[in-house]
């Protein structure tokens, strides 16, 4: 299909729409089991596997189908070079710091290779060499810092300044066998896997309470209660904070395109740019073999904030003008969370629990982050040798004097959504204002409400209120969702949950289409 096809691009990603469905059933019975899992993600599935491989009976929550979450929508890169890391690890955790990073990703994407291996998939798994590249030469000297800094924490990393991509650039870091594949067949495989060793799935599953103690108790929203001894909260943003997380993470959403090139023309390797909103380029293989899906990622933004629709524009325009044979087929949307520190979250949830652990705060590399976090939360749940990283990643660690300026910033910005997004008025007076595809917030009755106007005119509100903490969403004019900015939670245009860490959906409203209708006293959102 041509991106000047009418129809335009699916708006799906890739590994969605090349991958069978799962319909596992739902949890219908209270239940009791060594170990519960929440989230079928790359995490939660990785943890799952690993522990019903050491003999832990184990039953993992999802609340949607496995694997349909931000697994599915990423650029499933397994590789330990993340952009620019090494030399800023070096700085603030010293050499070692830095050799515990590169370590435990580098063993977990050699277990996602011996995975594939064991349960019979090759998940479209290619060793490739990983690029992080810029073209402006004011970087370069940074580029050279980072490949030294890569190769002392144990890389096989190098700077050069020739790559397989089909313009120049200033200088790189190469590091060499890297893993790329295919996320949704590695995830289906791994939970097949799971099933057959005696592990229990259960998909639309939502996961609403959690009792903390010598026995962890998760309800659902169904009413159904697992009891466990362990339970394990994977959920990518954590559905439950016990230990103020949501105060150490940042929500990003960043966009990608993907094209079918002839396989000739597709570079050879995973690129990565911080210069202009971050690039990443990669290819994967079609069936048949005469193309390949180029997929390129970037325009990074906060949920919730801006035109999408402009950026999916941007992001278009780049990849016409440096694959002009490009033919775009999908796009889709990927969704990570930033920690204050740089470092991901896995461990013990709390300073007061012994039971309930955490895997989150990857920012951006998931797919390693995910591996090496079912082999660490594994480790703690079934006993055993600890990996040598398992300080560096603790959730319970205390946040530096140097993490305060990004901690502050990021509460400033939920400041601002939270207390600015009520002071402002909408962009509309009235639903009757919303043309047809498109949502606002409008006030009706005293209440910021969510408004929805689809193609044949029908408008369906709902509160407009975060049932998380209760920010006000915004709507996401390209996917067609209400989003919150301050934390990232997702809802479909009738209230509906679809990313947490909001649990409830929003409420619906009836709201009038005329202005004159409206009541107008004093909001008390």
């Known amino acids: 299909m041509s991106d000047q096809d009418p129809r335009g691009p699916t708006h799906e990603s890739y590994w969605m729409a090349s991958s069978e469905s799962t319909a596992l059933p739902p949890l219908d019975a209270d239940l009791e089991v060594d170990a519960v899992v929440i989230g079928g993600g790359i995490a939660g599935l990785c943890t799952a596997w690993e522990l019903q491989r050491a003999g832990v009976g184990v039953a993992l929550l999802e609340a949607d189908r496995i694997g349909t979450g931000v697994t599915g929508y990423t650029t499933a890169?397994?590789?330990?070079?993340?952009?620019?890391?090494y030399a800023w690890l070096?700085?603030?955790?010293?050499?070692?710091?830095?050799?515990l990073y590169a370590q435990s990703h580098l063993e977990a994407i050699e277990h996602a290779a011996a995975l594939c291996a064991e349960l019979g998939t090759d998940a479209d798994l290619e060793r490739v060499p990983a690029y992080t590249y810029v073209e402006s030469a004011r970087r370069v000297e940074e580029i050279r810092a980072e490949a030294e800094a890569a190769r002392e924490a144990g890389l096989p990393a190098s700077f050069v300044k020739e790559t397989g991509l089909p313009y120049p650039v200033a200088g790189a870091v190469r590091v060499e066998d890297q893993l790329q594949f295919h996320p949704r067949k590695f995830l289906l495989a791994l939970a097949h896997g799971l099933t057959e060793r005696g592990g229990r799935i259960f998909e639309h599953t939502r996961a609403v309470g959690l009792h903390d103690g010598t026995r962890c108790r998760?309800?659902?929203?169904?009413?159904a209660?697992?009891?466990?001894?362990?339970?394990?909260?994977?959920?990518?943003?954590?559905?439950?904070?016990r230990s103020m997380l949501f105060a150490r993470l940042k929500p990003r959403r960043e966009l990608v395109a993907a094209a079918a090139v002839p396989a000739e023309r597709a570079p050879a390797g995973m690129y990565i740019t911080p210069e202009q909103h971050t690039r990443s380029v990669r290819s994967a293989p079609l069936p048949g073999g005469v193309q390949r899906l180029l997929i390129v990622t970037g325009e990074s933004f906060e949920p919730g904030t801006g035109s999408v629709e402009e950026r999916y524009s941007l992001l278009t325009a780049w990849i016409r003008g440096r694959f002009p044979e490009a033919e775009i087929t999908y796009r889709w949307a990927a969704q990570d969370n930033d920690t204050t520190d740089r470092l991901p979250y896995?461990?013990?949830?709390?300073?007061?629990?012994?039971?309930v652990y955490v895997a989150t705060g990857f920012g951006g590399w998931g797919m390693s982050g995910g591996v090496m976090s079912g082999r660490l939360l594994a480790s703690h749940i079934a006993g055993g040798p600890r990996p040598a990283w398992t300080e560096l990643y603790d959730p319970r660690r205390l946040p530096r004097v140097r993490d305060a300026g990004p901690l502050l910033k990021q509460q400033a910005f939920v400041a601002k959504h939270f207390v600015g997004d009520r002071l402002h008025t909408s962009h509309v007076d009235s639903a009757a204002d919303i043309p047809p595809g498109s949502g606002a917030v409008v006030r009706a009755g005293g209440h910021h409400c969510a408004a929805y106007r689809d193609d044949s005119g029908a408008v369906t509100a709902v509160d407009a209120r975060c049932t998380h903490l209760g920010c006000l969403v915004h709507f996401d004019d390209a996917e067609q969702v209400w989003e919150c900015p301050c934390h990232g939670s997702r809802f479909a245009t009738d209230g509906s949950v679809l990313h947490g860490p909001a649990?409830?959906?929003?409420?619906?409203?009836?709201?009038?289409?005329?202005?004159?209708?409206?009541?107008?006293?004093?909001?008390p959102d």
């Open 77 to 85: 890169k397994l590789t330990a070079l993340h952009t620019l890391i």
């Open 90 to 99: 070096r700085e603030e955790h010293g050499p070692e710091g830095a050799r």
């Open 218 to 223: 998760i309800t659902t929203e169904s009413g």
């Open 225 to 241: 209660v697992v009891v466990a001894r362990d339970a394990v909260v994977a959920t990518h943003y954590p559905v439950f904070d």
């Open 346 to 355: 896995v461990g013990h949830f709390h300073p007061g629990t012994q039971h």
């Open 503 to 523: 649990t409830r959906p929003l409420e619906a409203r009836e709201i009038p289409e005329s202005p004159q209708d409206r009541e107008s006293p004093a909001d």
